[in-house]
C-alpha cells in the first residue's frame, strides 16, 4: 500500500488504524481486511489513502479552528473526515450530512451529533439530495467546513453532481464561518456544478504548492489561506 500510494509505511498505519476504530478493518499482522457489513465502498477507502498525509495534516489544523460550545457542519469528502478524528475531545454539537463522520463520533457523551436527512449517496458516503439541502437552509452554526472537488483559477468551487452543489451551497449559507477543506490536488481543476467562489470563504485551509495564480487570486479577494504543512 506504502508503494501503491506514494506515502510512508507509518502513514498507512496511521490511516488504517483510523480505518479500524471506524469499524471498516480490521488489522492483521502483515495486512488488514474488510469487515463484515463496512460502510465505506473500496472507492472511497482508496480516495482517503490519496494524498492521506496531507489530508491528515489539513485536518489537525481545521480542528484548531474549533472550540468548546461551537455548533459545526462537517461536509461530505475525506478531508472534512479527517477533521472529525481531531475533535474527539471537544464539547460540540456536529450537524452532519456524512455517514463515516457519523460512524466516528457516534455515541460520544461530550458531542451533540445531529445527522442530516436525504437520500444517501454512495460516492460521497453521505446523504445528498434536495430534501438534504432543504434540511440545512433551516440550520444557522457557528462554522461549517466544506469540501469540494475542483477549484478553477477564477476562483469557482466545483462538482460533478448538480444534486451535490445545492446541498454544498445550503451547507455554505447554514455556516456564519465558512472554511474550505481542500488538498492542493483539488486546485486547477473545474467539474460541471459551481456551488461557491473563494471570495465567499472566511478561511482556506490547505498546502504548500498551490499555483501562484491562486494564490494571486486569494491575495486580491482577501480570502486568508492557512497551510496546514507549513512551520511558519
Do not use: W
Request: contains cysteine.
Amino acid at each position: 500500500l506504502a508503494e501503491k500510494f506514494g506515502v510512508t509505511k507509518m502513514t498507512i498505519r496511521r490511516d488504517l488504524s483510523f480505518f479500524e476504530k471506524q469499524g471498516i478493518v480490521k488489522t492483521t499482522y502483515g495486512g488488514a481486511y474488510l469487515t463484515h457489513g463496512a460502510s465505506v465502498e473500496p472507492g472511497f477507502q482508496l480516495q482517503s489513502i490519496q494524498m492521506a498525509n496531507d489530508k491528515h495534516l489539513i485536518g489537525q489544523k481545521a480542528a484548531e479552528q474549533v472550540e468548546d460550545g461551537d455548533t459545526i457542519i462537517i461536509d461530505c469528502g475525506t478531508t472534512p473526515l479527517a477533521l472529525a478524528n481531531f475533535v474527539f475531545d471537544k464539547k460540540i454539537m456536529v450537524i452532519t450530512n456524512s455517514i463515516p463522520v457519523v460512524n466516528l463520533l457516534k455515541g460520544r457523551k461530550n458531542i451533540k451529533l445531529i445527522v442530516a436527512p436525504g437520500e444517501y449517496e454512495d460516492a460521497s458516503q453521505g446523504m445528498v439530495s434536495f430534501s438534504t439541502a432543504d434540511f440545512f437552509r433551516h440550520i444557522h452554526a457557528d462554522k461549517v467546513f466544506i469540501s469540494t472537488q475542483g477549484v478553477n483559477d477564477l476562483g469557482e468551487l466545483t462538482v460533478p453532481e448538480m444534486t451535490d452543489a445545492h446541498v454544498k451551497q445550503a451547507l455554505m449559507r447554514a455556516g456564519r464561518q465558512k472554511i474550505l477543506l481542500a488538498d492542493s490536488s483539488k486546485f486547477g481543476q473545474t467539474f460541471l456544478a459551481g456551488h461557491a467562489r473563494l471570495a465567499d470563504l472566511d478561511l482556506v485551509i490547505s498546502q504548500t504548492g498551490l499555483s501562484p495564480d491562486i494564490l494571486s487570486l486569494m491575495q486580491t479577494q482577501n480570502v486568508p489561506l492557512l497551510l496546514a504543512d507549513s512551520h511558519l
